[in-house]
């Protein structure tokens, strides 16, 4: 049996790691990217093939996408990871900061894709997995920028898994809830707010609060249960469209589809005492 071939990007933490890790223990062969190569040491010893790839430099794409082609003439699946998550006060995040959110997760994503998609319909049954997020179907306040850049990776995947169909390529989205990875810790420490004193002083305290409790002290996927729900959407001969993990993500989608916007928008507003 021909032994699978899988592109990971933002492979050296989270769920990236740990979807690289698993499809080598089942055999694949993996080639996991980051940034910076120095951080993915782990997954070279234990059998993949590591490289740098920036998703924001069309340069370090090609050069990992030629070396597949030269060594495989084919890939079966891209795994998009790469990304980071911009939260703060809409009116205080700048355009330079708007720019570099989308220019990692959405037109990251978007020439990753592009690049590999003649290596994916030489594969019998090529894949592509974006790692999306609750956030791209709920947005919730202090995020709405990452929640735009996670509404158009769930537009992009919609629109290819039609415009790829007659090619037996299948585009699957992934939708985590809370992780217990670096991601909040990292978001929080980036955070874009005013100073004291200011307007925004209870939506932010009241907000932080809420994201601390209910998303950081409840249920939490660990990033090896996200990388098994991959590997499904991977080998799955009829894979479904969306995977959802957490019972908070699967909530939040039900209550999103139940309620009236406004019914919704009271609701938070309530729960996060936002005034």
């Given at each position: 049996?021909?032994?699978?071939?899988?592109?990971?990007?933002?492979?050296?933490?989270?769920?990236?790691?740990?979807a690289a890790k698993y499809l080598v223990q089942q055999g694949w062969k993996v080639y996991a990217t980051a940034r910076n190569a120095e951080n993915l040491k782990d997954l070279e010893s234990m059998g993949a093939f590591?490289?740098?790839?920036?998703?924001?430099?069309?340069?370090?794409?090609?050069?990992?996408?030629?070396?597949?082609?030269?060594?495989?003439?084919?890939?079966?699946?891209?795994?998009n990871n790469a990304g980071f998550g911009l939260f703060?006060?809409?009116?205080?995040?700048?355009?330079?900061?708007?720019?570099?959110?989308?220019?990692?997760?959405?037109?990251?994503?978007?020439?990753?894709?592009?690049?590999?998609?003649?290596?994916?319909?030489?594969?019998?049954?090529?894949?592509?997995?974006?790692?999306?997020?609750?956030?791209?179907?709920?947005?919730?306040?202090?995020?709405?920028?990452?929640?735009?850049?996670?509404?158009?990776?769930?537009?992009?995947?919609?629109?290819?898994?039609?415009e790829l169909a007659s090619q037996h390529i299948k585009v699957i989205s992934i939708q985590p809830g809370p992780v217990a990875s670096n991601f909040g810790q990292v978001t929080r420490k980036k955070m874009v707010i005013p100073e004291p004193d200011g307007v925004y002083d209870t939506v932010i305290k009241n907000a932080m609060n809420f994201f601390n409790r209910d998303f950081q002290k409840k249920e939490r996927a660990k990033p090896e249960e996200v990388a098994q729900l991959i590997y499904r959407a991977l080998t799955a001969?009829?894979?479904?469209?969306?995977?959802?993990?957490?019972?908070?993500?699967?909530?939040?989608?039900?209550?999103?589809?139940?309620?009236?916007?406004?019914?919704?928008?009271?609701?938070?507003i309530k729960q996060v005492k936002l005034k």
């Open positions: 049996m021909k032994q699978r071939t899988a592109l990971i990007t933002g492979s050296s933490s989270g769920i990236g790691l740990a590591t490289y740098a790839l920036d998703v924001t430099l069309q340069e370090t794409i090609d050069a990992v996408v030629n070396r597949i082609q030269e060594e495989n003439g084919h890939l079966d699946a891209v795994i703060g006060v809409f009116e205080y995040i700048s355009d330079d900061m708007i720019q570099k959110q989308l220019e990692t997760n959405v037109l990251g994503l978007a020439r990753v894709i592009r690049t590999t998609l003649p290596l994916l319909r030489q594969s019998e049954d090529g894949r592509i997995v974006n790692i999306s997020s609750i956030a791209g179907i709920v947005s919730l306040p202090l995020g709405a920028w990452y929640s735009v850049s996670k509404f158009a990776v769930e537009a992009i995947s919609d629109s290819l898994r039609m001969k009829k894979p479904k469209t969306r995977y959802r993990i957490t019972t908070t993500a699967r909530f939040m989608v039900f209550i999103k589809w139940l309620l009236p916007d406004k019914w919704l928008d009271a609701i938070f």
